[in-house]
């Protein structure tokens, strides 16, 4: 569904609002993004950021949206089939590059989120750490951490058995978008911990959050990888958190990675730096290309 034309409620609790036509609307501001401590050093530091108003897709695009463009011939079809359990129209469409994301935002009259914007839909307000707030994810809350049992090996003995914690409880693939309601920032974006990660529209480095500007950060100019933003459903728990984000080569179509749609509305971002400090210590200053994980 195209973006052009959307009406908006006039209802605006704490910042945000409900947009007709599967969006919701954030009202321009700042906030404390990254994280003060816990999870990987480039979500750290946590640091002052402010934006302009935007609307986000309030659910991963699924197959069956994506399917649209590829019908009207702008978008090439996914990797699917591979192994595993092919998807559904109302499960998120996964097996897209980034461009592919990005041509489909395009197509709709949108574009990828920022990782800015991406954060602040979800811990905009109290800067909690998952979208029901900061208490330690269950196996109910989102669809995570149950790696298959086909595919691509699963390695480290630690790290397995915390990406296989949910498995006979939750899927082990995605499931149709805003199938948990637990999994919903209280402005009513879904799936931000679980089901598929996301591409967003920044270049990933480590070490951005040490001196990201705090107006309108669009990333870096330059990089190798884009950032992937949320958890997926074979995600261990520490990658759920609002604040993970990882690097992933752009040409790459996965199975457990998808995309949403956002799109500005005015620009009228704070132009002063909010009384706000930095918190936390992030990675050792190295080449991203090097720091990658």
């Not at 805003?178 to 598929?196: E, I, K, W």
């Not at 261990?236 to 609002?242: D, E, G, K, S």
């Amino acid at each position: 569904m195209k973006y052009l034309g959307w009406s908006l409620l006039v209802l605006v609790l704490g910042g945000w609002a409900r947009a007709d036509g599967g969006g919701v609307e954030f009202k321009g501001g700042c906030f404390l993004m990254g994280a003060e401590e816990g999870g990987y050093c480039e979500e750290r530091p946590a640091h002052p950021v402010c934006i302009d108003s935007f609307v986000i897709d309030a659910t991963e695009v699924t197959n069956e949206q994506y399917g649209a463009c590829v019908r009207a011939g702008v978008c090439r079809p996914t990797g699917w089939p591979r192994s595993g359990i092919l998807p559904g129209p109302r499960e998120p469409v996964t097996m897209i590059s980034w461009e592919d994301a990005r041509r489909y935002c395009a197509f709709v009259g949108a574009r990828l989120p920022t990782e800015a914007e991406w954060e602040y839909a979800g811990r905009a307000g109290d800067g909690r750490y998952y979208p029901w707030g900061d208490a330690r994810p269950t196996c109910q809350d989102a669809n995570f951490g149950a790696w298959p049992t086909w595919g691509h090996r699963c390695s480290g003995q630690y790290w397995c058995r915390q990406a296989r914690a949910c498995r006979g409880q939750n899927p082990g693939h995605p499931e149709p978008v805003a199938s948990r309601p637990r999994d919903r920032s209280p402005a009513g974006v879904y799936d931000l911990s679980g089901n598929v990660a996301e591409w967003v529209a920044d270049y990933f480095d480590p070490t951005y959050f040490q001196d990201a500007p705090f107006l309108r950060p669009m990333g870096p100019a330059q990089g190798h990888a884009r950032t992937v933003r949320g958890g997926s459903w074979d995600s261990p728990a520490w990658n759920i958190r609002l604040t993970a984000r990882m690097p992933v080569d752009p040409s790459e179509r996965l199975r457990n990675v998808g995309f949403r749609c956002a799109r500005t509305l005015r620009r009228d971002a704070p132009e002063q730096p909010p009384e706000l400090t930095r918190r936390g210590v992030g990675c050792t200053r190295t080449p991203a290309s090097l720091a990658q994980r």
